[in-house]
Structures are given as C-alpha cells and as structure tokens.
C-alpha cells in the first residue's frame, strides 16, 4: 500500500522559511516523478515543484520559482520543499503526489499523478 505523509507545515511570518517533507512508503521511491502542489480556499490545486526520479530535473512555478527548491533523498525515501522569502498567497495546504516514471513528462497537471498524500497546511502571516 503507497503511503505519502506531509510534515514541516506552520504558521510563519511573511518572509519566513518552512521546509516541508514527504516521506513515501509502499513504492519503489526513485522509479517516481514527485511533485508538490497547493491549494488554497476556494481556488483549485494549483502545481509548485516537481522532481524527476533521479533528482536530476526539475520544474517550478514561476509564483514560487526563486524562493522554493524541491529536493529529493531516494535512499530515505523522502521528498522535500524549502520555502524561503514567504509570502501570505503562499498560504495554502501543501500536498505531495508521485507519479509514476522517473521522468518529467507534463508534471504539472493534478490528473498525472497516482498518488496523494493528505496535506500539510501552511499559513503566512503579514
């Protein structure tokens, strides 16, 4: 059974850093696409980062392109997001999804990816 559990959210003063993790169990971590996406009240999921399966590849949205950098540790299993230099529209629930195959082929659409976690919610404060 794939598992994929959120951590690392909070409430931060604007101009602040999170990081936030993903630790995935029940898949073969590294042979995934891994993505982070948001969302905030009343709006739709929207893409942040994305990572192909070796770390190699990267995506960002420009909103966040600059001030977040996804990473990923294939031997822990885990997936991250730095936040820096945050700002209150960064105020959203964080999920991280995996995509299977390593490779970044339209990481940006909700519908490619397999599986979800359940979200870690971030709150930026002005």
């Known amino acids: 059974q794939v598992q994929l559990a959120e951590s690392g959210g909070g409430l931060v003063q604007a101009g602040g850093s999170l990081r936030l993790s993903c630790a995935a169990s029940?898949?073969?971590?590294?042979?995934?696409?891994m993505g982070w996406f948001r969302q905030a009240p009343g709006k739709e999921r929207e893409f942040v980062a994305a990572i192909s399966g070796s770390g190699r590849s990267t995506d960002y949205a420009e909103s966040v392109q600059g001030r977040f950098t996804i990473s990923r540790d294939n031997a822990e299993n885990t997936l991250y997001l730095q936040m820096n230099s945050l700002k209150p529209e960064d105020t959203a629930v964080y999920y991280c999804a995996a995509k299977a195959g390593g490779y970044l082929r339209s990481p940006r659409l909700p519908r490619n990816y397999n599986y979800w976690g359940q979200g870690t919610q971030v709150t930026v404060s002005s």
């Open positions: 029940g898949l073969s971590f590294s042979s995934y696409a």
